[in-house]
């Protein structure tokens, strides 16, 4: 299936398998969290112990002091549970135009954590929160019980700080089992009304994502036996007007040890990216991983940026 991909790929465009052009820096800060979500691809828990240091990060601010216009999108299993996190956004402020953090909402709730939310909007950090339904029985069955209300309450301290309003809060929609997401505008619709409805929660995007077949939710479809189903469906919902956008040909990942990846994908089951030599690349040879033209490291989790509507970190792309 990963050589049909990339020959549907080179028979739209002999471009589209191939790194075209680094616009955003995809930071993977470890596997720490304090949830265990049924379907986390990076597989992280309380119990995660991969966790970049200041070292990584020092590289991180300096590359992006001499690379003005690049993105920075902050993510990991809980990036702010990293003892350094506020290490790399101070350290990165005037050096990226937009700065992502990823959060579950829930670490805002936790003890000790208050501070987050002001320290968010102080940074001016744009953030994409992760919130897979507007239906609390269906968001506290992913990610546990209690989740939904913690995180409403999360979302309503950040619209008092002027997030969904005045700062950019993005929520993240992905589908609780084996199926394509439906259509990004009817969701936001959909989420939309219920939040400002039920809640009076205002936000500014919904990203719709597909569920890549790997990690903790390849797990759960070898268990319900629909594996090979689901990898089928995204095979056969292929879209060729997705393909000129996927991520990867615009990111690039770097792991808690700075090893390079082409999307937080690759990274989670261990494709890094290589030099000319074989060698695998570090945020050190950052620039050569960001030679226009290179050839993309692909897998059959590929076809999930591809099927339907197509989905990115930043949602639909087409």
Partial sequence: ????????????????ATFEELQALQVNLGNLCNLRCAHCHVNASPAGDRIMGP??????????????????????????????FCFLVEGTRGHSPRRMVRSNLTILTEPGM???????RDQELVVIASLPCYLEENVDRQRGPGVFGRSIDALRTLNVLGYGVTLELNLVYNPGGPFIPGSQRELEEAYRAELLTRYGIRFNNLYTIANAPIGRFREHLE??????????????????DAAPAIMCRTLVSIDWQGILYNCDFNQAIGQPITGSNGTILTIDNLDEAATTGTELVLAQHCYCCTAGEGSSCTGSLA
């Fill in 1 to 16: 299936m990963v050589a049909v991909f990339k020959e549907r790929l080179r028979e739209l465009d002999p471009g589209y």
């Fill in 55 to 84: 070292e990584v990060m020092e590289k991180i601010v300096g590359f992006l002091s001499r690379r003005p216009g690049i993105t920075l999108d902050i993510t990991g299993g809980c990036p702010e549970m990293n003892p350094h």
């Fill in 223 to 240: 268990a319900t036996g629909t594996y090979e189903r689901y990898l089928t469906t995204l095979a056969t919902r292929f879209n060729p």
């Fill in 114 to 120: 208050e501070w987050l939310p002001a320290f968010y």
